[in-house]
C-alpha cells in the first residue's frame, strides 16, 4: 500500500457550514464536502430480467434540471423505522417500488464513493437475480419514474442514443454493466 499523502489539513476539526433536512455541507482545512445526514450510504441494483433486459430507471433531476438515465438505486436507511437497514435490504426495496420487480436473491457485488472530491457518501452495487414483476413501478408518491427494459446486448448503444437526445446519462450505469456481465451468480 502506497505512504499515506493526506494533506497537511486532512486532520483539521470538522466544521458544520450548513445543515439541512439531508444533506450538510461541511468543510475541513479548505476542503469543503457534502454529507449525507444519515450514515447508510447508497445502493445501486445491477437487475436484468428472465428475458435479459437491463432495468434502468428514467426521471427528472432538480440539482441538473434535466431528465435522467440510472440504474434503480437508493438511500439506504432513508425510510421510517428502517435506520439500520443493510444495503441487501434496500435493493430489495428500492427495485419493487421504482420498477416494479421483485427478486428472490440479492448479491453485494462493490461499495466505493459516489464523489469521493465531493462527498462522504459511499455507494454499493447490488446483483438482483431472479426477477418477477409484481407490480408497476414508479416509484413512491414523491418521484415520477419511468422504467425501461433494455435487452442487455443493445443497453450500450441505448444509453449513448438516450445521451444524443438531450437526457443526463450517470456515469455509474456503464460501471453497473461492466459488473453486470464480469459477475457470476454464487448461490
Known amino acids: 500500500m502506497p505512504a499515506h499523502r493526506a494533506p497537511a ?4 476539526p470538522v466544521e458544520t457550514l450548513y445543515e439541512g433536512r439531508w444533506l450538510s455541507l461541511r468543510k ?12 447508510g450510504g447508497a445502493v445501486i441494483i ?17 440539482a441538473i434540471q434535466q431528465n435522467t438515465i440510472e440504474m434503480p438505486a437508493g438511500l439506504v436507511g432513508d425510510e421510517h423505522g ?15 417500488e421504482e420498477t416494479g420487480y ?18 462522504t457518501e459511499m455507494i454499493a452495487f447490488v ?4 426477477l418477477e414483476k409484481v407490480g408497476p413501478g414508479g416509484g413512491n408518491e414523491h418521484e415520477n419514474i419511468v ?20 437526457y ?5 450505469v456503464f460501471a453497473g454493466l461492466w459488473f453486470i456481465e464480469h459477475t457470476d451468480r454464487k448461490a
Open 127 to 130: 446483483r438482483a437475480w431472479d
Open 46 to 62: 445491477l437487475a436484468v430480467t428472465p428475458e435479459d433486459n437491463v432495468l434502468f430507471v428514467e426521471q427528472y433531476r432538480v
Open 147 to 166: 422504467v425501461h427494459e433494455v435487452p442487455r446486448s443493445q443497453a450500450g448503444a441505448w444509453l449513448f442514443a438516450r445521451a444524443a437526445e438531450g
Open 82 to 96: 428502517h435506520h439500520d437497514e443493510s444495503a441487501l435490504l434496500a435493493a430489495q426495496r428500492e427495485l419493487e
Open 28 to 39: 475541513r482545512g479548505r476542503w469543503e464536502y457534502a454529507e449525507r445526514n444519515h450514515p
Open 102 to 119: 421483485r427478486c428472490t436473491h440479492l448479491e453485494f457485488i462493490h461499495e466505493g464513493p459516489s464523489s469521493s472530491g465531493m462527498s
Open 9 to 12: 489539513d486532512a486532520n483539521n
Open 168 to 172: 443526463s446519462i450517470d456515469p455509474k
